[in-house]
């Protein structure tokens, strides 16, 4: 057994994980993970549950091809006891068993041959959206619906990046979710026979070491832009407090970043995106009948419940900071559960009806360059996992590299003048 000094850094495969430090998690886990050869879905919230408490942050990366399933673990606190999930008095365990029913319904649906339909096989994300009733499409016209009709953001003068922030605060609650959705369908396909091609951006068929390879440089391009990004916002900072001029700096948002990213891919690989598409050529044994609505309905309590507890952790201003983005606007002016309830109860409890937005060329264009991105976000499986019992609100951390929350007041009305003079001094 290896041990580890406080504060260091792992990167350790499953196996690794099981032989070598198996200290960190509960035996029980340890014997769960040799008894079936890999970690199952219920053991491998629990492990990510169990790492959490002895690291500050946990990341579990998915094997592909050669490439074996690995945690990323960040700042060990030096915690040695051994984890024990508290349940007495505390919440149950949560009852998925009406969610495998759909998904395993869904699947049979996708079989291959199936009548006198001509199959071209599926992804997993496009499963996921089936199941809940929404895309990515729908969510980017119900968030331009909503910049439209809350005051919040109609009296902020900037409708495009109130657009933009507010999509990425709807897609963060989102992916809060989405792992343990993804975690069952993967589990469930992995009990049928199937086939799985890798295809690029230009619909090609690639070998899965050209996927591996491109999983492995896509991860690479974006943590090196991304930490740059943090670098400067954190100078920009640090200049800010100084009273220095922060004009200059290139801080880009996180549609730049991916667009960045994209661009290196293409370079590389003479494509932008790759994705596995499963075909299924046997059906799953069903004993029982799934209520989609019934998982909907669901989920959308769980995401309410998410919204509550992200709420919570801030207090609410005596007035609105327009230069703030969408999330951190929206919790201070303790709007953020009723506008995600608004958004969600339009995704999700009204998933049948239509939404349209008015079109102009801005919106049809934004439209057009969302596409291909919206491909490859549907079809790519890279989600980070979480517990489904702890909420980590990814809008808050994001929050906190702008260093925003420690500012008192008096330095946040210094940074909404310093804004207003720096437009005003562009645009005279």
């Known amino acids: 057994m290896k041990d580890i000094e406080k504060g260091q850094n792992l990167e350790i495969t499953v196996n690794e994980l099981i032989e070598e430090y198996s200290w960190l998690i509960a035996e029980s886990s340890v014997q769960s993970i040799k008894k079936h050869g890999k970690m199952q879905t219920k053991t491998k919230i629990s492990v990510k549950a169990q790492l959490k408490e002895k690291f500050d942050s946990v990341e579990y990366v998915a094997g592909a091809g050669r490439r074996k399933a690995k945690f990323t673990l960040n700042n060990y606190n030096g915690n040695k006891e051994v984890y024990e999930r508290e349940n007495k008095g505390g919440r149950p365990s949560l009852d998925w068993t009406n969610e495998l029913l759909v998904i395993r319904e869904l699947i049979n649906q996708e079989v291959a041959c199936n009548g006198e339909q001509f199959y071209k096989g599926f992804t997993v994300s496009q499963l996921l959206n089936e199941m809940l009733g929404f895309d990515k499409y729908t969510i980017e016209a119900i968030t331009e619906l909503e910049v439209q009709i809350h005051r919040i953001f109609t009296s902020s003068g900037n409708k495009e990046d109130d657009y933009y922030g507010l999509k990425e605060t709807v897609n963060n609650i989102v992916g809060n979710h ?35 390879e491109y999983l492995i440089f896509k991860k690479e391009v974006e943590t090196k832009i991304k930490a740059e990004n943090n670098r400067l916002k954190e100078l920009k900072n640090e200049y800010f407090k100084a009273w220095l001029n922060t004009k200059d700096f290139d801080i880009k948002n996180e549609v730049q970043l991916l667009k960045e990213v994209d661009n290196e891919v293409q370079e590389k690989f003479d494509f932008k995106y790759a994705y596995r598409q499963f075909t299924v050529f046997n059906e799953i044994k069903v004993e029982g009948e799934g209520d989609i609505d019934k998982v909907r309905e669901n989920y959308f309590n769980r995401i309410m ?16 900071k327009y230069f703030e983005k969408p999330f951190y606007r929206l919790v201070h002016a303790g709007l953020y559960v009723e506008v995600m309830e608004s958004v969600f109860s339009k995704l999700i409890v009204e998933s049948k009806m239509i939404y349209t937005v008015e079109e102009d060329p801005e919106a049809k264009q934004r439209h057009l360059d969302g596409l291909e991105r919206y491909m490859a976000e549907q079809r790519l499986e890279q989600e980070e996992f979480y517990n489904q019992d702890d909420f980590i609100d990814i809008e808050w951390i994001l929050q906190e590299q702008e260093a925003q929350e420690y500012m008192t007041d008096k330095e946040q009305e210094a940074l909404y003048n310093q804004m207003v003079n720096e437009y005003e001094y562009e645009y005279k």
């Open 178 to 212: 989405r792992h343990i959705y993804v975690a069952m369908i993967e589990e469930e396909l992995s009990k049928t026979n199937h086939r799985i091609s890798y295809l690029d951006s230009k619909r090609n068929k690639i070998d899965a070491e050209k996927y591996e």
């Open 305 to 320: 419940k998410n919204a509550n507890s992200s709420q919570s952790k801030y207090k609410q201003t005596k007035e609105i």
